[in-house]
């Protein structure tokens, strides 16, 4: 019967569409690692190696692995950040499970695969945001330690060690922080801003989130593969700005800064201005050297981006700038034009977002690889562990055959002169060890390998009712493929 079906189905879609072939070429290269000589610094306004060698950052956020939005992650907590999903997950499972549950998701968003499809693809390095509950298993402070009595970093380790494998920086950045930084679900929490709070708890807060960057400090003191630190992620965002007081943010920055320079004195460090590099103060007045200054835009208009480059280098700091996120937002301006003026004002970026989950992902200008399966968002009041895990597990791999091209990389890979293909690839297990024996699968697809529906639907995508149509047939095809259960 199953074959019977798939035939069928399989004559369906050559009658409606031609199925575009898959051109497969093998190219052989040296294994590209980091090394000493490669660790970044900043000279003046650009960032160099060792060598002295200019070192033009061009990357990704790997936005959605470890700490999750709704909005383009399998997760429904109703856009109020991740500190509901774990108390609703523990709630029902206990912390143990929860963790459990967590890890089988983080196992699967991002595998060793995706840091070689970033390297192929011609970019740089990673943003890797992270938050605290990576590391505590509470919001007392406790830390979640490994085998040794140590506190657990391997999720970090782990990222840094395929970054330096395959010729990547790597930013890590504290996203949220324990007491939420700002009124926004990516802090961890909508409306629930307490870190600058100027009380004894506030001031608790903020000593956690310095103690964290003083343990990760240690841990990676001098590892050439990490291009910075990035201290906290939009802080005060979405606070009026006439409540804004950027003064408190500095204090927390110079609190961070001397704390890392402790254990790790050579290191880059990244702090971010909301929303611009005019919000930051000048360097000198705190002492701060080798550091980067950051700002993220989504702006309607290409004057405000012609505008806040012009802003940042009229400060005369004398510091790199970076554009950590950024995306346009409506009609009045492309991602194109964002990503040129970047390159053409030395300003380094890293894209907002490696990979989406929502209705809309497969051709957004969002993600580089997107799915539409939206069965596998994750119902965190009724779904039971079992109906948990299996959504959040392999289907979650970038390579499963749920996920497909989306449009980021099509306008991106045009301003990166390093790429080894012009599509995404998808990537397994076999590419990664033929890449480690010296020579690497190369994929002439326009998109997914395993989908041959998502082009022809892509052509009609705005026609009523043919997204879940799209949705359906999709999961139809996948699930007798694979044998998995729509």
């Given at each position: 019967m199953k074959k019977t079906l798939c035939a069928l189905l399989s004559l369906i879609i050559v009658l409606l569409s031609v199925t575009p072939v898959l051109g497969v070429s093998v190219f052989a290269e040296d294994n590209v690692v980091i090394h000493d000589e490669d660790a970044l610094h900043a000279d003046s306004y650009k960032i160099v190696n060792t060598k002295g060698e200019?070192?033009?950052?061009?990357?990704?956020?790997?936005?959605?692995?470890?700490?999750?939005?709704?909005?383009?992650?399998?997760?429904?907590?109703?856009?109020?950040?991740?500190?509901?999903?774990?108390?609703?997950?523990?709630?029902?499972?206990?912390?143990?499970?929860?963790?459990?549950?967590?890890?089988?998701?983080?196992?699967?968003?991002?595998?060793?695969?995706?840091?070689?499809?970033?390297?192929?693809?011609?970019?740089?390095?990673?943003?890797?945001?992270?938050?605290?509950?990576?590391?505590?298993?509470?919001?007392n402070g406790t830390w979640i330690l490994d085998e040794n009595g140590e506190i657990d970093l391997s999720r970090l380790e782990w990222a840094v060690e395929m970054c330096r494998k395959y010729g990547l920086y790597a930013i890590l950045d504290l996203h949220a922080a324990n007491g939420v930084q700002g009124y926004a679900d990516h802090?961890?929490?909508v409306n629930n801003y307490h870190f600058f709070d100027q009380d004894e708890k506030g001031?608790?807060?903020?000593?956690?989130?310095?103690?964290?960057?003083?343990?990760?400090?240690?841990?990676?003191?001098?590892?050439?593969?990490?291009?910075?630190?990035?201290?906290?992620?939009?802080?005060?965002?979405?606070?009026?700005?006439?409540?804004?007081?950027?003064?408190?943010?500095?204090?927390?920055?110079?609190?961070?800064?001397?704390?890392?320079r402790a254990e790790d004195p050579t290191r880059m460090i990244t702090m971010i201005g909301t929303w611009s590099v005019d919000k930051l103060p000048d360097p000198k007045e705190y002492g701060w050297e080798n550091v980067v200054y950051q700002y993220h835009q989504y702006d309607k208009k290409e004057s405000d981006y012609t505008t806040r480059i012009a802003n940042g280098w009229a400060c005369y700091y004398d510091v790199p700038q970076y554009a950590g996120e950024f995306h346009p937002v409506g009609d009045k301006v492309t991602l194109e034009y964002a990503i040129s003026a970047y390159d053409a004002n030395d300003v380094v970026w890293t894209l907002w977002t490696?990979?989406?989950?929502?209705?809309?992902?497969?051709?957004?200008d969002w993600f580089c690889y997107g799915s539409t399966d939206d069965e596998f968002i994750v119902d965190i009041y009724n779904d039971d562990y079992d109906t948990i895990a299996r959504k959040w597990g392999e289907v979650m791999q970038t390579n499963s055959g749920y996920f497909y091209e989306g449009q980021l990389y099509k306008v991106a890979h045009k301003f990166?002169?390093?790429?080894?293909?012009?599509?995404?690839?998808?990537?397994?297990?076999?590419?990664?060890?033929?890449?480690?024996?010296?020579?690497?699968?190369?994929?002439?697809?326009?998109?997914?390998?395993?989908?041959?529906?998502?082009?022809?639907?892509?052509?009609?995508?705005?026609?009523?009712?043919?997204?879940?149509?799209?949705?359906?047939f999709h999961s139809l095809i996948h699930s007798i493929s694979t044998g998995k259960n729509i």
């Open positions: 200019e070192v033009f950052l061009r990357g990704l956020n790997l936005g959605g692995w470890l700490i999750m939005e709704d909005w383009f992650c399998p997760v429904n907590n109703n856009a109020t950040g991740d500190v509901l999903t774990y108390e609703v997950l523990e709630s029902r499972f206990g912390t143990e499970k929860t963790y459990e549950l967590m890890n089988i998701y983080q196992d699967n968003w991002i595998v060793e695969s995706d840091f070689l499809n970033i390297a192929e693809m011609g970019f740089n390095c990673v943003r890797i945001p992270f938050w605290y509950r990576n590391f505590q298993s509470d919001n802090a961890g929490h001031e608790w807060y903020r000593a956690q989130a310095v103690e964290l960057w003083r343990v990760i400090a240690e841990r990676f003191a001098g590892d050439p593969a990490i291009a910075m630190f990035d201290l906290l992620n939009e802080p005060m965002c979405n606070v009026p700005m006439t409540n804004r007081i950027h003064s408190r943010i500095w204090d927390f920055y110079d609190d961070c800064y001397k704390a890392i490696y990979k989406g989950y929502n209705s809309w992902a497969a051709w957004a990166l002169p390093n790429r080894k293909v012009d599509v995404v690839p998808f990537r397994n297990q076999w590419d990664i060890d033929r890449y480690v024996a010296g020579e690497v699968i190369k994929g002439n697809f326009s998109g997914n390998n395993e989908c041959s529906m998502c082009d022809m639907f892509m052509s009609v995508k705005d026609v009523p009712l043919i997204g879940a149509i799209m949705r359906f």
